[in-house]
């Protein structure tokens, strides 16, 4: 018997036919009931399971459909609440099952899983990008009609995407900082390759630009703790900012741990991009500008839908709004003679 039980090893252990293992497991009429349960022992006592895409082949009705995510870093927070969204809405939709890695960062690395996933030929990939246009493996599987969905981030070709609308949400926050009489604001960012932070980033320029204000730009804080030493040595320094905008999650998370370690959490204001779990478990509850990952999640997975469907329309950009929520961080003002 091989290591994975077939239907026939399942007839030789209840000895009986082929026909009559298929009949049991399918739930089909024409088995008495003590060869059933002889088959469903044989089953239980083999560990044997049914191949559903084999049985969904044999009907003219089946509709399987198996989508890949190719995340840039699945630890993220933002990164899992659309993973979660993007799956549930395919659960509901249609009979699809869902696998994902993570690149981490790595580009080589982000088009190895392309290839990995495509060879084992699945329906459809969502791809968050990394890098800023696509490796030779997406590059050939978008020449290949593949359905591909991008999420969060521009992929740097004509293709479907499905994205926060970074600039206008970084905008936003930051002219929030600004129109609370910060004229010296800082920055904070993750990958300065990654498209969704240079979105961020021009959406803040554009809102300092318009005021005259003085900036101050961090990249490179890829985690909290690059984020915490980051503003500790801002915060030390002769012209310090009297304001932040953390356009990354995990920069902010970083932010609120300095903030708070210096004891200057009322001194000086903080805008995050991005939902904080813990933005109203500190004091003052920290300002977001928070992506809606729900309705980024439903949308990417209702484009990829319609494509693996046949949809061969052009590629469709799809933009979700992103709203300021003030909670008190953003609504600080400047510490008199700062």
């Known amino acids: 018997m091989s290591n994975r039980p077939t239907l026939k090893d399942v007839a030789a252990q209840a000895g009986v036919s082929f026909k009559t293992v298929s009949r049991v497991v399918n739930d089909e009429p024409g088995v008495s009931s003590g060869v059933a349960e002889r088959v469903r022992s044989a089953v239980a006592e083999l560990g044997y399971r049914r191949n559903h895409s084999a049985q969904l082949l044999r009907r003219s009705d089946a509709r399987l459909h198996t989508v890949a995510i190719v995340h840039a870093d699945a630890t993220n927070p933002f990164a899992a609440a659309v993973h979660s969204a993007f799956e549930r809405h395919l659960r509901t939709a249609a009979d699809t099952l869902v696998v994902s ?11 190895r899983l392309v290839d990995l996933f495509t060879e084992r030929r699945v329906d459809g990939l969502a791809v968050i990008p990394v890098g800023d246009s696509p490796g030779p493996a997406l ?8 359905p591909i969905v991008f999420i969060d981030r521009e992929p740097g070709i004509d293709a479907d995407v499905v994205a926060s609308d970074h ?8 002219r929030h900082l600004l129109a609370h009489g910060h004229r010296r604001v800082g920055f904070l960012g993750s990958r300065e390759q990654s498209e969704s932070i240079r979105q961020r980033h021009a959406g803040f320029t ?30 030390a320094g002769a012209d310090a900012p009297t304001a932040l905008f953390a356009a990354q999650n995990l920069a902010a998370v970083g ?5 708070h370690r210096l004891g200057r959490q ?6 995050a991009f991005d939902h904080l779990e813990i933005a109203d478990l500190v004091e003052p ?46 609504e600080l003002v400047p510490v008199r003679g700062a």
């Open 101 to 111: 890695a993570s690149s981490h960062g790595d580009v080589g690395e982000h088009d």
């Open 139 to 146: 590059r050939r599987e978008l020449d290949r009609n593949t």
């Open 167 to 174: 600039h206008g949400g970084a905008r936003a926050a930051t």
């Open 206 to 235: 554009d809102a300092v630009e318009e005021s005259g204000a003085d900036p101050v730009v961090r990249f490179g804080l890829t985690t909290p703790d690059l984020a915490d030493a980051a503003v500790t040595e801002l915060l």
């Open 255 to 259: 932010a609120v741990r300095a903030l």
């Open 266 to 271: 009322h001194e000086i204001a903080l805008v």
């Open 285 to 330: 509850a920290i300002t977001t500008a928070p992506q809606n990952a729900e309705a980024l999640g439903r949308a990417a997975a209702e484009v990829l839908l319609r494509r693996i469907d046949g949809d061969a329309s052009e590629p469709t950009r799809f933009v979700v709004p992103v709203e300021l929520v003030p909670r008190g961080s953003g």
